[in-house]
């Protein structure tokens, strides 16, 4: 892999990166609205979208350590990830209740880094429990090296609803020079976290090294769907310390559908229900019976009647997020397009009867993302407006992208902590509380343990690999 010149700072667009977090606490009556209002100013609000209309935020990152046990290639995390301490337990639980605020019940929180495990199980356990307890989702990702079963048993115990493990070249882990050498360091995960309960998803990152190979991934994960969730695939992006910067001409989202799709053995309609920005995330659901995929979905226009008597449905049901309630009601009250989707399912069946014979019957439903993340330097204001990937600071929510763009800035903010003896502020970069938030103010820190661009720029070639 090539080695990049010591860190420049990318230049920016002010008017973007300088956009603020949504705020510490949610204040209007119906948390969908401003998602709603970003998708509609920039044209984005179509029949087929689903955010904004089912559910006010795709999800959002909680990043609970700057530390990484390996030294990805295309790594997100700032040039001094690996001197900042980790966030105190109640600035979590601060930053969950923002969450809750903005968001409310069933949001999906990622609990992130760097790379969570590296926190002790009982901070995981803990920040879990917290999670539950509000009754929001969790999901671990994490690149699985000390994601050990014990580990994810207790976690699960703990409230954990998802697992998503991220492994592809990108990470250089030993031994394993291919994707489809990789693949058993995915079976390996799967099996770890399989009868757990937990829902289990896979991160790739799609990069020119790997995109020969991403058919072969998406066959892994057509085999395997039967305990697997949903698979994202992320595209390279020009953010953070990763030493392989811009991407070039091959990778684009067209061709990475076009493998998946290759790989899968189906094609995909990745334009029927729409996630937020149709330049950030595409979406798409596959049915899978033995050796047999095809696209769940497909007749837009069927699918957005659909949509639309199910926002009927959860407007009389005075809720949203898809109530177990909305769909029968919504099913009622359309008897003929009930029907409708009745035919278009037992096409579907008739479509996998070949499979079926080999499945005994069963089929498997797994939702597959492509994820466009913007490059630090080419951040586009209306992508970062209609974002539904979100970071918790301490300010508020914000879009992931823009965070990524600014790490430092943000990670570097003094948290408010409320202690026994009032409130203090606590310094990521120092790790310790003061009684003032200028005290806790420190405009850089030193990268001391070098890792990305800083590793490549002291070293004449980059070494070949990481312990993984
Ligand atoms: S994180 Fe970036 S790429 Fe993803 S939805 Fe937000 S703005 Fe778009």
């Known amino acids: ?45 179509g029949p087929g979208q689903t955010a904004g209309r089912f559910y006010p935020m795709a999800c959002v990152a909680l990043e609970v350590t700057q530390r990484c046990n390996l030294d990805c290639a295309l790594c997100y995390l700032s040039d001094s990830a690996e001197m900042v301490h980790d966030v105190p337990l109640p600035v979590l639980y601060e930053r969950i209740a923002m969450l809750e605020s903005h968001y409310g019940p069933k949001t999906s929180i990622q609990i992130t880094g760097g790379d969570p495990t590296l926190r002790s199980a009982e901070d995981l356990e803990a920040i879990c429990r917290h999670i539950r307890a509000r009754g929001m989702r969790s999901c671990l990702m994490t690149n699985g090296i000390r994601a050990s079963r014990d580990l994810l048993a207790r976690l699960a115990a703990a409230g954990l609803d998802d697992v998503a493990f991220h492994v592809d070249l990108t990470q250089e882990r030993k031994g394993y020079p291919t994707e489809a050498s990789l693949n058993t360091v995915r079976e390996a995960y799967i099996a770890r976290a399989r009868g757990l309960g937990l829902r289990i998803l896979f991160n790739t990152t799609v990069f020119e090294g790997n995109l020969a190979e991403i058919p072969v991934i998406a066959g892994f994960f057509r085999a395997h769907a039967a305990a697997l969730t949903l698979v994202s695939f992320q595209l390279q992006a020009d953010t953070g ?66 949509f639309k008597a199910l926002e009927e449905a959860e407007r009389l049901c005075g809720g949203y997020l898809l109530r177990r309630k909305t769909i029968p009601r919504a099913a009622l009250r359309n008897p003929w ?33 492509v994820h466009n993340f913007m490059d630090a330097s080419r951040l586009e204001r209306d992508r970062c407006d209609s974002c539904v990937f979100m970071v918790a600071t301490e300010d508020g929510p914000l879009s992931m992208c823009v965070h990524n763009a600014r790490r430092d800035h943000h990670l570097l903010a ?55």
Not at 245 to 268: K, L, N, P, Y
Not at 417 to 423: K, L, Q, S
Request: aromatic share 6%.
């Open 1 to 45: 892999m090539k080695t990049a010149p010591a860190p420049t700072p990318p230049p920016q667009r002010d008017d973007i990166v300088d956009l603020a977090p949504a705020g510490r606490r949610f204040t209007g009556a119906d948390r969908r609205a401003p998602l709603r209002k970003a998708l509609k100013r920039w044209g984005q609000y």
């Open 241 to 306: 310390r990763g030493v392989l910067r811009e991407r070039h001409g091959a990778v684009t989202r067209e061709s990475v559908m076009a493998a998946i799709s290759d790989g899968m053995g189906t094609t995909f309609d990745f334009d029927v229900a729409a996630v937020g920005h149709e330049a950030c995330n595409r979406y798409a659901s596959v049915l899978v019976a033995g050796d047999e995929a095809i696209s769940a979905l497909g007749n837009p226009a069927l699918f957005q009647e659909v």
């Open 337 to 369: 397009l009930t029907l409708r989707m009745l035919g278009h399912g037992l096409k579907l069946i008739w479509r996998l009867r070949g499979g079926l014979r080999a499945s005994r019957g069963r089929v498997h439903r797994l939702s597959v993302h």
């Open 414 to 468: 003094p948290a408010r902590v409320e202690t026994a003896d009032g409130i203090r502020w606590w310094s990521a970069a120092t790790g310790r509380l003061t009684e003032t938030p200028e005290a806790a103010e420190i405009p850089e820190i030193p990268a001391k343990r070098r890792k990305g661009r800083l590793r490549a720029a002291t070293l004449p070639a980059r070494s070949k690999g990481h312990p993984g």
